[in-house]
Every structure is written in C-alpha cells, then in structure tokens.
C-alpha cells in the first residue's frame, strides 16, 4: 500500500459520519477530501447522547477537550408514562472494559459537527457536490457528480445516509424500510421544559402511539424535544402542522401540549431504516455510518457507530498491507455490533416496560483484531 499521506481518499456525505471519518482519517496521516451535495453543512433538530466507546476515538483525536465544552455528563436514562410517572431508572450501560466508563456526553449535533469541521483544511471540505454514479474500477474507485467533476481516488467511503447512492449502486438496491413512525423534533427553551430535566438525565415518556424524548443541553440553556409518532405516510419529510402535533399528545401531562405549540419550527422526518447488508466494501469502496447499517433512533446509536466506524477504519487502514485487507479486518469488527444494535434499535420503549436496556449487553468491548 502508497504510504497514508499519498493515499487519495473521497468521502461522500458531510453528515457525523463523513465529518468524523475525516477526522479520524487526518489523524493517522491522509487528508481526505470531503464531499457535500449541500451548499452548507449544518445539522438541525436534536440532541444526542456519545457513549464512551466514542469518547474513546474523540480523545485519541485529541479534540475531547473541544467536545467536552459543549456537551453536559449524563448518568442515567429514565422512563416515565406519559402523565410522568416513573416506570424505571437505569445507568447507562458499560460498553467499554473501562467500568468507570458509565456515562453519556449530550450534545447538539450542530455543535458535533462544527467541531469536526473546524479540525479539517477549507480546502478539503468541497459543497455542491451532489453524487451522480460510483464506478468501482477494482483497485480504484471514480465519483462522478451532477456538477460535471469526475474524481478518481485509492479509496472512496460512502457516508451518504440512509437513502445512500453508493450502497444503491454497488451493494444493495434494496430501498430502505420504513419504521410507521414520524419524528419531529425541535430545540427549546421554554421554562416548563426544564421542570421535566431539571438535572442532567434524558427521559422517554411514552404512550401506546406516540413517545416524547426530553434530551437537556443545559450549558446551551435549551432542551432537546422529540415528539414520536405512528403515521401511515412514508414521505421523507412529512408535513404536519404544530396543531397535529399537540393534538398528538392529548394523552400526555398537559404541560407538553404547551411546550409542543410554543414551539416556532419542528424538523419533521419520517424514520427509515435498512436491513443488515451482506457486504460493506470492495477493494476500493466502503460504506459507513447510516449508509452501511442505518437503525431507528430509539436506542441512540446511530451517531455513535457512525463515529466508532470511523475510529475503527482509521485504525485498520494505520496497519494494514492493502486497503483491501484493511476494508475486510473493519467490516469484520464492526458489522457484528452493528447487526446487534439494528435488531434491538426495532423495539422501541413501552409502557410497562421495566427496563431500558434489556438486551445490550452489559459490556460490549470493541476488541482489536
């Protein structure tokens, strides 16, 4: 294999995974170039919560300091009906060999992204790149786009999402699933929601139809809102008004109906998912993040594979012969785990449910190979 700083890498997608494989890929020597169909990155809607096997990678990046500043250190995830009762308290699970490693960093994904950003050269983030075709050429790889370039790398990581072209046009064309669930999620301020997270502790209310997520970002004096719901209309981004919103929640404590119609703008999403590929990369492709194992929400692990993919593949292409081995031995690490998490991401929290994490399992350590 070239020596790391001669490889030529593309990353197609500018979301947490292709921002953070950039990251991860500079750090042991290749200046990957960054490919983004928007005219802008920017990430709207939620808050998530990193769990220690990604604070892991953010620390080897040498930009923990950085994240640590703009997130809030959680130690529990509660469940509560939707009048707010509690129905169970649980520690976040240890997924390291680090028993010490219980906790959760809440962050808002625009300030995530913003971070891996400003580690990479301006010169290696390129906008209005919208993919055309993917021509896997066996030891090389071509990206086409709708802008007329056409680029020719050693390595080209598809991190396009869940509706990702790469995957459709060499792997699978199989379309993503859709979950029967809306989410509409929006960031806000309003007093009545910092009564339900008064500390630093993200809480599901749940109702047979609909779920709401309450994520506190106190140090942004805001709270992560996430109203989810059964619907029958598949479309992307659905539209729905505030008032089908709050109507939505008339089983719950009437003080989320205020929160709910107070709020300006809701990111409407309807929530997809893939089932588990057979195969991530060729010799000279790779999938990453949502385009390779796309899972719903529920459990909060979609960001946080996205970035462990990204310590991994960084960490395989450090020490291999070939990219081709390096692309087998981070397939194999991670698409176990991935398999796992896509399964359990299918069963979202219930009322009566007596506990969160049943089937995680109480260490899940990301052993080298």
């Given at each position: 294999?070239?020596?790391?700083?001669?490889?030529?890498?593309?990353?197609?997608?500018?979301?947490?995974?292709?921002?953070?494989?950039?990251?991860?890929?500079?750090?042991?020597?290749?200046?990957?170039?960054?490919?983004?169909?928007?005219?802008?990155?920017?990430?709207?809607?939620?808050?998530?919560?990193?769990?220690?096997?990604?604070?892991?990678?953010?620390?080897?990046?040498?930009?923990?300091?950085?994240?640590?500043?703009?997130?809030?250190?959680?130690?529990?995830?509660?469940?509560?009906?939707?009048?707010?009762?509690?129905?169970?308290?649980?520690?976040?699970?240890?997924?390291?060999?680090?028993?010490?490693?219980?906790?959760?960093?809440?962050?808002?994904?625009?300030?995530?992204?913003?971070?891996?950003?400003?580690?990479?050269?301006?010169?290696?983030?390129?906008?209005?790149?919208?993919?055309?075709?993917?021509?896997d050429h066996g030891d090389y790889a071509e990206a086409r786009f709708?802008?007329?370039?056409?680029?020719?790398?050693?390595?080209?990581?598809?991190?396009?999402?869940?509706?990702?072209?790469?995957?459709?046009?060499?792997?699978?064309?199989?379309?993503?699933?859709?979950?029967?669930?809306?989410?509409?999620?929006?960031?806000?301020?309003?007093?009545?929601?910092?009564?339900?997270?008064?500390?630093?502790?993200?809480?599901?209310?749940?109702?047979?139809?609909?779920?709401?997520?309450?994520?506190?970002?106190?140090?942004?004096?805001?709270?992560?809102?996430?109203?989810?719901?059964?619907?029958?209309?598949?479309?992307?981004?659905?539209?729905?008004?505030?008032?089908?919103i709050v109507a939505l929640l008339e089983n719950f404590d009437p003080?989320?109906?205020?929160?709910?119609?107070?709020?300006?703008?809701?990111?409407?999403?309807?929530?997809?998912?893939?089932?588990?590929?057979?195969?991530?990369?060729?010799?000279?492709?790779?999938?990453?993040?949502?385009?390779?194992?796309?899972?719903?929400?529920?459990?909060?692990?979609?960001?946080?594979?996205?970035?462990?993919?990204?310590?991994?593949?960084?960490?395989?292409?450090?020490?291999?012969?070939?990219?081709?081995?390096?692309?087998?031995?981070?397939?194999?690490?991670?698409?176990?785990?991935?398999?796992?998490?896509?399964?359990?991401?299918?069963?979202?929290?219930?009322?009566g449910a007596d506990t969160i994490f049943t089937e995680i399992p109480?260490?899940?350590?990301?052993?080298?190979?």
């Amino acid at each position: 294999m070239k020596p790391l700083s001669e490889l030529r890498v593309l990353i197609i997608g500018g979301g947490i995974g292709g921002a953070s494989a950039a990251v991860a890929l500079k750090k042991i020597g290749i200046n990957a170039d960054l490919f983004e169909q928007a005219s802008e990155i920017k990430e709207v809607g939620a808050g998530i919560g990193m769990r220690a096997t990604s604070v892991k990678f953010f620390k080897d990046w040498g930009i923990y300091d950085r994240i640590q500043s703009k997130t809030e250190v959680s130690s529990h995830i509660e469940i509560r009906t939707a009048m707010n009762h509690l129905i169970t308290k649980e520690a976040w699970p240890v997924l390291t060999d680090n028993p010490d490693e219980n906790c959760v960093l809440l962050v808002h994904r625009a300030d995530l992204i913003d971070i891996f950003l400003n580690q990479l050269a301006p010169e290696n983030i390129h906008l209005n790149y919208k993919l055309e075709q993917i021509i896997d050429h066996g030891d090389y790889a071509e990206a086409r786009f709708e802008n007329g370039n056409s680029i020719e790398a050693d390595l080209i990581i598809g991190a396009d999402g869940v509706r990702s072209l790469v995957r459709n046009q060499l792997f699978s064309d199989a379309p993503p699933v859709y979950s029967g669930t809306h989410a509409y999620r929006a960031i806000v301020k309003d007093k009545e929601a910092f009564e339900f997270v008064p500390d630093n502790t993200f809480k599901v209310f749940v109702d047979f139809h609909a779920h709401i997520y309450l994520m506190p970002l106190h140090h942004r004096n805001e709270v992560s809102f996430d109203v989810t719901a059964e619907s029958s209309d598949p479309s992307w981004a659905p539209e729905v008004t505030i008032e089908e919103i709050v109507a939505l929640l008339e089983n719950f404590d009437p003080r989320f109906k205020k929160i709910a119609a107070s709020v300006d703008h809701y990111v409407n999403r309807s929530i997809h998912d893939i089932d588990p590929l057979d195969c991530w990369h060729s010799n000279s492709v790779v999938l990453l993040g949502d385009a390779a194992h796309a899972m719903l929400h529920h459990q909060g692990h979609g960001a946080n594979t996205a970035v462990q993919d990204s310590g991994v593949l960084a960490e395989e292409l450090s020490k291999a012969d070939s990219i081709p081995e390096a692309l087998q031995q981070y397939q194999a690490r991670r698409k176990p785990i991935t398999d796992l998490y896509q399964k359990i991401s299918r069963k979202p929290p219930k009322p009566g449910a007596d506990t969160i994490f049943t089937e995680i399992p109480e260490k899940m350590v990301m052993k080298k190979s």
